[in-house]
């Protein structure tokens, strides 16, 4: 059964820096992996989205890479600022469902 | 850029009700999906639907819910007689491929039974 995790559960950041988000997932058969954002209480907000044959998507100060042997994917900030303030949840389109999996999500605080 | 719409973005309602929740997904897609958040858990499948008919559910979908395309352009979920634990964040979901393209959320129905 595929398991999507992310790492840290938290961050807290101080405005400015870069920094890097986790997801990994434990069955490499997929067809997509799809990064999205989510704002307290809000609806889901896609950000990038990854075919299994990409490597990596760029989106602004965002890019996302993908592993797919390995189940990992990244999701970059550059420059972060207050307004990143939010969830970051990493989905997996399943090759075995047809479903799309989600992670357990990184609330992510940039400090000013 | 074009969206999901979902309504009412809130609705409360006593155990035992019914509930119909909406969505307008996005033209041109073709596959409609139901997705809920408990709160602090992870989002969920509900129910995938193509074609007039249902093509995935879930084992929380069970008689209590049902999904509907009464027209070309709406997407409804009902849920019979709604429990406690129905109290969730819910979200349609479009997209135009069934696995390779990505989907669009809605901004998501909260609902709260009481």
Redesign the interface.
């Known amino acids: 059964k595929q398991e999507v995790t992310q790492i840290p559960a938290a961050l807290s950041v101080p405005e400015g820096e870069n920094l890097v988000l986790n997801c990994s997932f434990t069955d490499s058969a997929i067809?997509?992996l799809?990064w999205?954002r989510q704002d307290p209480?809000?609806?889901?907000?896609?950000l990038l989205?990854i075919?299994s044959s990409q490597r990596e998507q760029t989106s602004g100060r965002l890019n996302a890479s993908l592993d797919k042997s390995s189940g990992r994917s990244t999701l970059y900030i550059a420059a972060s600022q207050p307004g990143d303030s939010a969830t970051y949840?990493c989905?997996v389109?399943d090759?075995a469902?047809?479903?799309?999996?989600?992670?357990?999500?990184t609330l992510l605080a940039v400090q000013p | 850029e074009p969206e999901v719409t979902q309504t009412p973005s809130h609705q409360v309602t006593q155990m035992g009700q019914e509930v119909i929740l909406r969505c307008v997904p996005i033209s041109n897609h073709l596959y409609f999906y139901w997705y809920r958040q408990i709160l602090g858990q992870k989002v969920e499948f509900l129910v995938s639907f193509y074609n007039n008919e249902i093509s995935e559910k879930s084992e929380i979908f069970d008689d209590q819910f049902s999904v509907e395309r009464p027209d070309g352009s709406n997407f409804t979920l009902k849920i019979r007689s709604t429990k406690l634990e129905d109290s969730a964040m819910y979200f349609c979901a479009s997209s135009w491929d069934r696995v390779k393209g990505g989907y669009t959320f809605g901004s998501g129905t909260r609902l709260t039974v009481v």
């Open positions: 067809y997509n799809q999205f209480g809000k609806g889901l907000t896609s989205l075919q949840l989905a389109m090759g469902t047809n479903k799309l999996i989600f992670g357990t999500g």
